[in-house]
């Protein structure tokens, strides 16, 4: 196990962490979180090594074998199969030695019987089938393996720097923001590689679906105190809005929140034509409404200005052709963006999603077809090589005067305070600062302009979860147009009530919503697996057949077992609910001298309501498995 006895870390000088002192244990998948400046990766640097702690003790296993994502990759010749299966350096080892005994003339043989039946133990005959299927995964084509690694950019050798990783057999896995240079279709297949990964977990991730889908333990770092919480991001939430809503102040804020979250609720029960679409939505929102006290204390709050006038349609793209050089890379029928309408562009990197924002933002990417701005259309375009485009030497506050000469100083202070940007820093240069600081700086210009259409390519990078926090919230009540590109599901699923996907050269409407997506996603990829197994010969004899069923009657009854003891224990708390239910419906319960009594109940309902969503979730889980296995005839 991994424990922190009374440490204490600093770094530059300045107290990170202050006695903390928990254990994790061998298979925790923790998600470590906390404001940016925290200490996240002071800590990571902690477990890998490189610093050392101020006062207390750090003990972890010294056996343990630790992987972790490079921030650098050289430009190497080699390929990219090559490079990641490096990242088993005992395997590697192992091939070295081997080789070189087959190459001379004498050798142990006694030796080279070990070490092939080591490698048979470590599984490394099947090492290349194994690093293919990770860079697979990770959206990476058959020809591309062969690939030298100086050939890719910069976001693909972080997935191929990703792949190493997870090829190294590790005790204890780090990653850093593994999913930023991902698309949703890897993101969702990294949740399933580490739903299997055995070792220790720890993960720094301000992607909060991520998160909940990985982890089942949250350690968060918060005014010098590291604090281990049970369950996923939303458990954490959850916990920490009910020691938050005790406060007046928090409470009222929290009020504001869900009326913003509610006229988004009714907004979408408006519209009858997107029934479907609109249910997944309001069920994200409900649940915001649930853990919204959990970010009361949230630097950040803004909002959109007001719009004035907006043209309808917004912006109208007919029979398009989008590409480079003369090279279609998206065909586009018709695309028609009227104000107060979301669109979530779906598809993977490289489809072309960002090829279509820059023709709906200037026509740059434009080779055929028709696009026609409405009269007064102003666009708020958001991209990450804006972010090149500060100067380097202004402060945020000197970038707004330069958009808006008119505005007195101090209201673009009290502006600019929203977004994290007070005292001081609203006036220093924005060169040294970090990504996310100058993401929100961007972000700030974008929305002081008041623009009517906004398009936005992938506008969480680098914003941890309070600023994504405050940026859905102040989307949801934006009443202009919006296009957006975002591997950021909740954010996709609480802001976009229309989906456009981009795949085989081809952008059109899609029928459904982001779960829908997920669940085409994972048919496809079974349709392929399926594909890609050789044929098997099926014999047919009567004892094949009374084998063949009596195998998945065994393979059916643990299933079975399982669905009956969750569903006894769904009666169990379900009746508790109702008994907590019909206590906190009685009024006396709110008299003063019952509050002890009321904010037990409070808690216990939580617990309970807790308890029902896991059972439901494993109900859910192994009903799929049941579901999936082949029918007794």
Same mark, same amino acid.
């Given at each position: 196990?991994?424990?922190?006895?009374?440490?204490?870390?600093?770094?530059?000088?300045?107290?990170?962490?202050?006695?903390?002192?928990?254990?994790?244990?061998? $298979?925790?998948?923790?998600?470590?979180?906390?404001?940016? $400046?925290?200490?996240?990766?002071?800590?990571?640097?902690?477990?890998?090594?490189?610093?050392?702690?101020?006062?207390?003790?750090?003990?972890?296993?010294?056996?343990?074998?630790?992987?972790?994502?490079?921030?650098?990759?050289?430009?190497?010749?080699?390929?990219?199969?090559?490079?990641?299966?490096?990242?088993?350096?005992?395997?590697?080892?192992?091939?070295?030695?081997?080789?070189?005994?087959?190459?001379?003339?004498?050798?142990?043989?006694?030796?080279?019987?070990?070490?092939?039946?080591?490698?048979?133990?470590?599984?490394?005959?099947?090492?290349?089938? @194994?690093?293919?299927?990770?860079?697979?995964?990770?959206?990476?084509?058959?020809?591309?393996? &062969?690939?030298?690694?100086?050939?890719?950019?910069?976001?693909?050798? /972080?997935?191929?720097?990703?792949?190493?990783?997870?090829?190294?057999?590790?005790?204890?896995?780090?990653?850093?923001?593994?999913?930023?240079?991902?698309?949703?279709?890897?993101?969702?297949?990294?949740?399933?590689?580490?739903?299997?990964?055995?070792?220790?977990?720890?993960?720094?991730?301000?992607?909060?679906? =991520?998160?909940? !889908?990985?982890?089942?333990?949250?350690?968060?770092?918060?005014?010098?105190?590291?604090?281990?919480?049970?369950?996923?991001?939303?458990?954490?939430?959850?916990?920490?809005?009910?020691?938050?809503?005790?406060?007046?102040?928090?409470?009222?804020?929290?009020?504001?929140?869900?009326?913003?979250?509610?006229?988004?609720?009714? @907004?979408?029960?408006?519209?009858?034509?997107?029934?479907?679409?609109?249910?997944?939505?309001?069920?994200?929102?409900?649940?915001?409404?649930?853990?919204?006290?959990?970010?009361?204390?949230?630097? =950040?709050?803004? &909002?959109?200005?007001?719009?004035?006038?907006?043209?309808?349609?917004?912006?109208?793209?007919?029979?398009?052709?989008?590409?480079?050089?003369?090279?279609?890379?998206?065909?586009?029928?018709?695309?028609?963006?009227?104000?107060?309408?979301?669109?979530?562009?779906?598809?993977?990197?490289?489809?072309?999603?960002?090829?279509?924002?820059?023709?709906?933002?200037?026509?740059?990417?434009?080779?055929?077809?028709?696009?026609?701005?409405?009269?007064?259309?102003?666009?708020?375009?958001?991209?990450?090589?804006?972010?090149?485009?500060?100067?380097?030497?202004?402060?945020?506050?000197?970038?707004?005067?330069?958009?808006?000469?008119?505005?007195?100083?101090?209201?673009?202070?009290?502006?600019?305070?929203?977004?994290?940007?007070?005292?001081?820093?609203?006036?220093?240069?924005?060169?040294? =600062?970090?990504?996310?600081?100058?993401?929100?700086?961007?972000?700030?210009?974008?929305?002081?302009?008041?623009?009517?259409?906004?398009?936005?390519?992938?506008?969480? !990078?680098?914003?941890?979860?309070?600023?994504?926090?405050?940026? &859905?919230?102040?989307?949801?009540?934006?009443?202009?147009? /919006?296009?957006?590109? &975002?591997?950021?599901?909740?954010?996709?699923?609480?802001?976009?009530?229309?989906?456009?996907?981009?795949?085989?050269?081809?952008?059109?409407?899609?029928?459904?919503?982001?779960?829908?997506?997920?669940?085409?996603?994972?048919?496809?990829?079974?349709?392929?697996?399926?594909?890609?197994?050789?044929?098997?010969?099926?014999?047919?004899?009567?004892?094949?057949?009374?084998?063949?069923?009596?195998?998945?009657?065994?393979?059916?009854?643990?299933?079975?077992?399982?669905?009956?003891?969750?569903?006894?224990?769904?009666?169990? =708390?379900?009746?508790?609910?109702?008994?907590?239910?019909?206590?906190?419906?009685?009024?006396?319960?709110?008299?003063?001298?019952?509050?002890?009594?009321?904010?037990?109940?409070?808690?216990?309902? $939580?617990? !309970?309501?807790?308890?029902?969503?896991?059972?439901?979730?494993?109900?859910?889980?192994?009903?799929?498995?049941?579901?999936?296995?082949?029918?007794?005839?």
């Amino acid at each position: 196990m991994i424990q922190f006895k009374q440490l204490t870390f600093s770094r530059a000088g300045k107290t990170l962490v202050e006695a903390a002192s928990f254990q994790l244990h061998p $298979g925790h998948r923790v998600g470590l979180t906390g404001a940016n $400046g925290a200490g996240k990766s002071t800590l990571f640097a902690l477990l890998r090594g490189e610093l050392t702690a101020d006062v207390g003790e750090l003990l972890m296993p010294p056996q343990w074998v630790i992987a972790h994502v490079a921030q650098e990759t050289p430009a190497l010749a080699q390929s990219a199969l090559e490079y990641t299966l490096d990242g088993d350096e005992e395997l590697r080892t192992l091939q070295a030695k081997l080789a070189q005994a087959e190459a001379g003339d004498s050798h142990d043989p006694l030796h080279v019987a070990e070490w092939h039946q080591r490698l048979a133990d470590i599984d490394g005959y099947s090492a290349e089938a @194994r690093a293919s299927a990770l860079l697979a995964g990770l959206g990476f084509s058959q020809a591309q393996l &062969s690939r030298a690694v100086s050939d890719f950019s910069g976001g693909w050798r /972080m997935r191929l720097n990703l792949a190493r990783a997870l090829m190294c057999r590790s005790d204890l896995l780090l990653l850093d923001e593994p999913t930023n240079h991902l698309d949703i279709e890897a993101v969702i297949w990294l949740e399933g590689w580490l739903s299997a990964y055995r070792g220790t977990l720890l993960l720094i991730s301000h992607d909060r679906e =991520f998160l909940d !889908n990985t982890v089942n333990h949250i350690l968060h770092i918060e005014q010098q105190q590291l604090t281990l919480y049970r369950g996923g991001y939303s458990d954490f939430e959850r916990q920490r809005a009910e020691k938050l809503t005790l406060q007046q102040a928090s409470y009222q804020k929290q009020q504001q929140q869900m009326a913003h979250l509610q006229k988004y609720i009714d @907004r979408f029960r408006a519209q009858a034509t997107k029934a479907r679409q609109a249910q997944s939505r309001i069920k994200a929102l409900e649940r915001m409404e649930r853990i919204s006290a959990a970010h009361v204390d949230s630097p =950040f709050s803004f &909002s959109f200005r007001d719009l004035g006038s907006a043209p309808d349609p917004l912006l109208v793209m007919n029979q398009a052709a989008l590409g480079y050089a003369g090279q279609t890379l998206v065909k586009l029928a018709h695309l028609a963006i009227r104000p107060g309408e979301r669109i979530g562009l779906l598809g993977k990197n490289g489809a072309g999603k960002s090829t279509l924002i820059k023709a709906l933002a200037q026509s740059e990417t434009l080779l055929s077809g028709e696009r026609v701005e409405g009269k007064d259309l102003r666009i708020g375009y958001f991209a990450q090589h804006q972010l090149e485009q500060l100067v380097a030497t202004d402060s945020p506050l000197q970038h707004l005067q330069r958009l808006d000469t008119q505005t007195r100083e101090q209201e673009l202070l009290d502006f600019l305070g929203g977004f994290d940007f007070r005292g001081e820093m609203a006036k220093t240069a924005c060169g040294p =600062f970090s990504g996310g600081e100058k993401s929100r700086l961007a972000l700030a210009m974008l929305i002081w302009q008041r623009p009517n259409l906004i398009l936005l390519d992938e506008p969480t !990078n680098h914003l941890d979860i309070e600023m994504r926090h405050a940026l &859905s919230m102040a989307l949801q009540a934006y009443e202009g147009g /919006m296009v957006m590109v &975002s591997h950021d599901r909740t954010l996709l699923a609480t802001c976009c009530e229309k989906f456009v996907l981009v795949a085989d050269g081809q952008a059109n409407v899609f029928d459904g919503d982001l779960e829908d997506y997920k669940v085409s996603l994972i048919k496809t990829a079974q349709t392929e697996a399926t594909a890609s197994r050789p044929a098997v010969v099926k014999q047919n004899s009567y004892h094949q057949q009374k084998a063949d069923r009596q195998a998945r009657l065994v393979e059916r009854r643990p299933l079975l077992k399982t669905l009956a003891t969750l569903e006894t224990q769904l009666t169990k =708390f379900t009746q508790e609910k109702q008994g907590i239910e019909s206590r906190l419906a009685d009024s006396a319960i709110y008299e003063v001298e019952q509050r002890e009594t009321l904010q037990s109940l409070l808690i216990a309902q $939580g617990e !309970n309501q807790k308890q029902l969503d896991a059972i439901e979730e494993q109900w859910l889980d192994v009903q799929e498995k049941l579901e999936a296995l082949p029918e007794i005839e």
